[in-house]
C-alpha cells in the first residue's frame, strides 16, 4: 500500500534502526537514513527501493500512547500533526496512519 499510494509517510517497525543494515520484504528493501527525536515521537527518513526506484519515506512514530487509554495530554500529538502537515508536499499525495 505505502508503494502502490506512493505514501511518503508510515508509523511502524518494518524499518532497519540507526546502525542495523537495510531490511528486505520481498521485493523492497527498506534502509535507514536519519532519525530526530521529539518530546514523544520521531521523526525518521527511510528510504525504500523497488526494483530500480527508490523513494524517500518520512516516518512521524508516536512513542507514548498508552495501551487501552488515550495520553494525558495532546500537546504533542498537535505538534506531531502540524509537522505532518509541513512535510506534506501537496493534498494529492496521502498519509498512511496505523495502529499496532
Same mark, same amino acid.
Given at each position: /500500500?505505502?508503494?502502490?499510494? *506512493?505514501?511518503?509517510?508510515?508509523? !511502524?517497525?518494518?524499518?532497519?534502526? @540507526?546502525?542495523? @543494515?537495510? /531490511? ?10 536519519? !532519525?530526530?527525536?521529539? &518530546?514523544?515521537?520521531?521523526?525518521? &527518513?527511510? &528510504?525504500? @527501493?523497488? !526494483?530500480? !526506484?527508490?523513494?524517500?519515506? &518520512? ?7 498508552? #495501551? ?10 498537535? #505538534? /506531531? ?6 512535510? @506534506?508536499? *501537496?493534498? #494529492? ?8
Amino acid at each position: /500500500m505505502i508503494w502502490e499510494y *506512493n505514501v511518503a509517510k508510515k508509523c !511502524e517497525r518494518y524499518f532497519p534502526m @540507526q546502525g542495523e @543494515q537495510p /531490511m528486505s520484504f520481498g521485493p523492497f528493501r527498506i534502509s535507514y537514513e536519519s !532519525e530526530q527525536a521529539r &518530546t514523544d515521537y520521531f521523526i525518521r &527518513t527511510l &528510504t525504500a @527501493q523497488y !526494483e530500480n !526506484e527508490s523513494r524517500r519515506i &518520512t516516518q512521524f512514530h508516536y512513542m507514548n500512547w498508552p #495501551d487501552h487509554d488515550v495520553p494525558s495530554s495532546f500537546d504533542s500529538i498537535l #505538534d /506531531m500533526i502540524g509537522l505532518m502537515r509541513e512535510y @506534506q508536499e *501537496n493534498n #494529492d499525495v496521502p498519509i498512511c496512519v496505523h495502529c499496532r
